[in-house]
């Protein structure tokens, strides 16, 4: 562990806990559900006034075309939010990359939309560990760590997106490029438990809609002309499911389709996840997957089609990562904070960095739990540990050897 320096002390010391609990409160009033676009340009543009204390260039870029297979087997536009950009000296010879995200898991018609205190130390409210907490974290790092004279030698881009709850389909693009040729990437979800335990390595997911294509007949009169769509989807269905191993659960999840009693049905939707833990099953799947169709195209003489893919792929933490693993470690143990980490099985931003061969710690947000649902909390105080952390750790980052 390095001891911390005159000024690292006073870097950390600087984290105004106050104003980051302020911004907390007023951008968790924002409804800004992932399908919400008035509420996500609302928060983009409170975001953007906010991040404007900072030098660089802010941008609102547009969404990549998502699409998705409708129950009729239609491939329909799925419209999103835009996403905030902010690039300071995009020529500095080290650059990090920041990653948030402004969206939450609670749309508009959710009863759960308003902050309260649950007593001093533990905030109740939508959005505000996961992650309006983290952002006002990273402001509020990047604000100390531009007082050091390290600053100018680096520079960062900051993304936050709209879609990080529905699987970064429309900024996973931006996340590829962004990521690509950064020094380390530090992504602000909140940590994996409460008491700020990281999360480490993460399995990948992959979401798939299949759709077949038969041919109707009489259930009676003709069923020889018929080539039946669900009971292909079906057979699809148990054959994936055996083709589970435990690097690699696969959950066929609903099918969509059918007809009435006594006709042959033409036409069947199949939906699943799969969560491959590593790189190698996820590309096995992915060739297992088109021999499954061609065979079942054939067994039941229908017409396949297939929607979706592997959109986070596995994260597994190489040596360069661990590295930075240990330096949140070090950096938070000289700042007094115990830090450690566990594998997790959930994805996020840190999946697609990780993708660009970037290191990545993605769990540098807020201290807080019971994400996703109304008991929702942050840990008040963890608001300027966190700041502190992440400023002192960028200022190691800025003047320290390679990864
Ligand atoms: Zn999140």
Redesign the pocket.
């Given at each position: 562990m390095k001891q911390l320096t005159a000024e690292e002390r006073k870097l950390a010391e600087g984290a105004d806990q106050q104003r980051m609990l302020d911004r907390t409160l007023r951008w968790a009033a924002i409804n800004s559900g992932t399908g919400n676009l008035a509420g996500l340009e609302h928060m983009a543009g409170e975001l953007a006034d906010a991040f404007a204390a900072l030098p660089g260039d802010a941008s609102l870029e547009e969404p990549a075309r998502v699409t998705a297979v409708d129950a009729d087997g239609r491939e329909v536009d799925k419209p999103h939010g835009k996403h905030l950009v902010l690039s300071v000296r995009p020529d500095a010879p080290r650059r990090f990359l920041l990653t948030?995200?402004m969206d939450t898991v609670f749309a508009t018609d959710h009863p759960f939309q308003t902050c309260s205190l649950l007593d001093d130390d533990t905030l109740n409210g939508p959005g505000t560990a996961?992650?309006k907490g983290?952002i006002a974290v990273i402001l509020d790092a990047l604000r100390l760590f531009e007082t050091t004279h390290e600053a100018a030698h680096c520079g960062y881009d900051v993304m936050i997106n709209s879609d990080?709850?529905t699987g970064s389909l429309s900024s996973a693009p931006l996340i590829e490029r962004l990521a690509t040729d950064k020094f380390a990437a530090l992504t602000y979800?909140?940590s994996a438990l409460p008491d700020g335990t990281l999360a480490h390595a993460r399995g990948g997911s992959g979401n798939f809609s299949i759709t077949f294509t038969g041919k109707s007949a009489h259930a009676g009169r003709n069923p020889q002309d018929g080539r039946n769509a669900l009971v292909a989807a079906a057979d699809c269905a148990v054959r994936l499911k055996q083709m589970q191993h435990r690097d690699l659960p696969i959950n066929p999840a609903k099918i969509d389709g059918g007809a009435a009693n006594n006709v042959v049905p033409n036409h069947a939707v199949l939906r699943f996840n799969i969560r491959p833990k590593t790189t190698e099953s996820a590309e096995a799947f992915s060739s297992d997957l088109t021999d499954l169709l061609q065979l079942l195209e054939k067994l039941h003489e229908v017409q396949i089609h297939c929607h979706g893919g592997i959109t986070r792929p596995p994260k597994p933490v190489d040596a360069k990562a661990q590295k930075l693993f240990d330096l949140v470690r070090d950096t938070g143990a000289a700042l007094g904070q115990e830090i450690g980490w566990q594998s997790t099985g959930g994805v996020?931003d840190g999946n697609n960095i990780a993708a660009r061969q970037v290191p990545v710690v993605d769990t540098m947000?807020v201290r807080g739990g019971s994400?996703h649902s109304p008991d929702e909390f942050m840990i008040v105080p963890s608001l300027s540990e966190r700041a502190a952390l992440s400023a002192v750790l960028l200022s190691r980052l800025a003047k320290g050897d390679l990864l």
């Amino acid at each position: 562990m390095k001891q911390l320096t005159a000024e690292e002390r006073k870097l950390a010391e600087g984290a105004d806990q106050q104003r980051m609990l302020d911004r907390t409160l007023r951008w968790a009033a924002i409804n800004s559900g992932t399908g919400n676009l008035a509420g996500l340009e609302h928060m983009a543009g409170e975001l953007a006034d906010a991040f404007a204390a900072l030098p660089g260039d802010a941008s609102l870029e547009e969404p990549a075309r998502v699409t998705a297979v409708d129950a009729d087997g239609r491939e329909v536009d799925k419209p999103h939010g835009k996403h905030l950009v902010l690039s300071v000296r995009p020529d500095a010879p080290r650059r990090f990359l920041l990653t948030g995200h402004m969206d939450t898991v609670f749309a508009t018609d959710h009863p759960f939309q308003t902050c309260s205190l649950l007593d001093d130390d533990t905030l109740n409210g939508p959005g505000t560990a996961d992650m309006k907490g983290g952002i006002a974290v990273i402001l509020d790092a990047l604000r100390l760590f531009e007082t050091t004279h390290e600053a100018a030698h680096c520079g960062y881009d900051v993304m936050i997106n709209s879609d990080e709850e529905t699987g970064s389909l429309s900024s996973a693009p931006l996340i590829e490029r962004l990521a690509t040729d950064k020094f380390a990437a530090l992504t602000y979800e909140p940590s994996a438990l409460p008491d700020g335990t990281l999360a480490h390595a993460r399995g990948g997911s992959g979401n798939f809609s299949i759709t077949f294509t038969g041919k109707s007949a009489h259930a009676g009169r003709n069923p020889q002309d018929g080539r039946n769509a669900l009971v292909a989807a079906a057979d699809c269905a148990v054959r994936l499911k055996q083709m589970q191993h435990r690097d690699l659960p696969i959950n066929p999840a609903k099918i969509d389709g059918g007809a009435a009693n006594n006709v042959v049905p033409n036409h069947a939707v199949l939906r699943f996840n799969i969560r491959p833990k590593t790189t190698e099953s996820a590309e096995a799947f992915s060739s297992d997957l088109t021999d499954l169709l061609q065979l079942l195209e054939k067994l039941h003489e229908v017409q396949i089609h297939c929607h979706g893919g592997i959109t986070r792929p596995p994260k597994p933490v190489d040596a360069k990562a661990q590295k930075l693993f240990d330096l949140v470690r070090d950096t938070g143990a000289a700042l007094g904070q115990e830090i450690g980490w566990q594998s997790t099985g959930g994805v996020c931003d840190g999946n697609n960095i990780a993708a660009r061969q970037v290191p990545v710690v993605d769990t540098m947000g807020v201290r807080g739990g019971s994400i996703h649902s109304p008991d929702e909390f942050m840990i008040v105080p963890s608001l300027s540990e966190r700041a502190a952390l992440s400023a002192v750790l960028l200022s190691r980052l800025a003047k320290g050897d390679l990864l």
